[in-house]
């Protein structure tokens, strides 16, 4: 099983990026999908996750309003749509999965993807 992150980038203060994350060698398509960050000298922290038929999401309260979280179990795919960045969302945003039902601990979290890069300037 693999997860692959894509779309980091450097992007200025109130820009916009997509994350993307594919998964390949099963389907993931009943499981929890979620986001995580990870900035330099702190620990990984919860963004957002999603239930397993998309009809549930959830939010840090850093992110809330500007992030949202999808998935097309069709094509396998977790997305992060990322508006109104700031310099604090600078980090490292990996993606992970986990049987249902939804948790906001990275250590409940099973499958995991190597991460993208994320730098918002300012």
């Known amino acids: 099983v693999q997860l692959q992150a894509s779309g980091g980038g450097l992007v200025q203060a109130g820009g916009s990026l997509r994350l993307s994350c594919a998964t390949s060698g099963r389907t993931f398509s009943s499981y929890v999908r979620g986001w995580f960050r990870q900035a330099p000298g702190k620990e990984r922290e919860f963004v957002a996750a999603?239930?397993?038929?998309?009809?549930?999401?959830y939010y840090a309260d850093s992110v809330k309003g500007r992030f949202t979280i999808s998935r097309d179990n069709a094509k396998n795919t977790v997305y992060l749509q990322m508006n109104s960045v700031k310099p604090e969302d600078t980090a490292v945003y990996y993606c992970a999965g986990r049987r249902p039902p939804v948790n906001f601990d990275k250590d409940e979290y099973n499958y995991w993807g190597q991460g993208t890069q994320v730098t918002v300037s300012s």
């Open positions: 999603i239930s397993w038929s998309g009809g549930s999401t």
